[in-house]
């Protein structure tokens, strides 16, 4: 197990893309805290439709430990309070993947500030605040690890502009968190995935999903465990030496200029 006794938080773990990585850290031996807003998974129209149990509840089939706690990531007293209960019930912290985020489609016309605060508020200022209070945490563990998920739309438009720059921002964080922290033996990277089959994707039409699927190389769209295997491999040994990255895994879709 690559990940054995190791202590993870994930945020959004409740569903999609987080739910796929809670679930790969615990087939490799971690325990999972799962901070989300909710415990119940999404099911959506057109993926992620049959799925109904708790991430918690799935984590303990696989034999491992987990607790959920409830946590809104653009609130500063709930994520200080979520990484302190982590701390108290398994004794530290080693691995944060900071994966919450919404989508509000809409361009810079159509979309209102308060939609835009909401955005950024949680894609971007929910992922310094939890990097922010973890840090103190991390730094006590021989196996420090910080993931950011960030998105294609870092590197390109079309997921308007409050989503695209919070996650070009992560990006970036991810560069100067790992110069500040790489001397206490800390990894910062990022997993920037492309399309995956998750519940967040019903805002799309049936023509739109399809497209995705005609331009991505791989001829199948992304799963969250394809995210999660990622995942696994930064908060692993193998990647002790690799930090202030970022990873495409989108299946060759951003491959064609």
Same mark, same amino acid.
């Given at each position: 197990m690559l990940l054995k006794d190791r202590i993870s938080i994930v945020t959004g773990g409740s569903s999609g893309i987080g739910r796929g990585i809670a679930l790969e850290f615990a087939r490799e031996g971690a325990c999972v805290v799962i901070a989300d807003k909710q415990e119940s998974p999404l099911r959506g129209k057109y993926h992620e439709k049959d799925v109904t149990t708790p991430t918690l509840q799935e984590i303990q089939k696989l034999g491992a430990q987990g607790i959920f706690i409830k946590t809104d990531v $653009?609130?500063? $007293?709930?994520?200080? +309070?979520?990484? +302190? +209960? %982590?701390? @108290? #019930?398994?004794?530290?912290?080693d691995i944060l993947v900071n994966n919450a985020g919404i989508h509000i489609p809409g361009g810079s016309q159509d979309i209102s500030i308060a939609d835009w605060d909401k955005v950024v508020g949680v894609n971007l200022r929910g992922v310094f605040l939890t990097t922010k209070l973890a840090i103190p945490h991390l730094k006590k563990s021989e196996f420090? #690890?910080?993931i950011q998920i960030a998105s294609?739309?870092?590197y390109g438009g079309g997921a308007g502009p409050a989503y695209a720059s919070a996650k070009a921002a992560v990006v970036n964080m991810v560069r100067d %968190?790992?110069? @500040?922290?790489?001397? /206490?033996?800390? %990894?910062?990277?990022?997993?920037c995935p492309g399309y995956i089959e998750t519940a967040i994707q019903d805002y799309l039409t049936p023509e739109q999903i399809e497209e995705s699927l005609e331009k991505t190389p791989l001829q199948r769209l992304g799963l969250?465990?394809?995210i999660g295997?990622?995942?696994? /491999? /930064?908060? $692993?040994?193998d990647a002790e030496w690799v930090t202030g990255t970022s990873?495409?895994?989108?299946?060759?879709?951003s491959a064609k200029a």
């Open positions: $653009s609130d500063e $007293s709930e994520v200080d +309070q979520m990484i +302190q +209960q %982590t701390v @108290e #019930r398994f004794g530290g912290l420090g #690890r910080i294609v739309h870092a %968190t790992a110069l @500040e922290v790489g001397e /206490f033996g800390i %990894t910062v990277n990022a997993i969250p465990k394809d295997r990622a995942a696994v /491999f /930064f908060a $692993s040994d990873l495409l895994v989108d299946g060759g879709a």
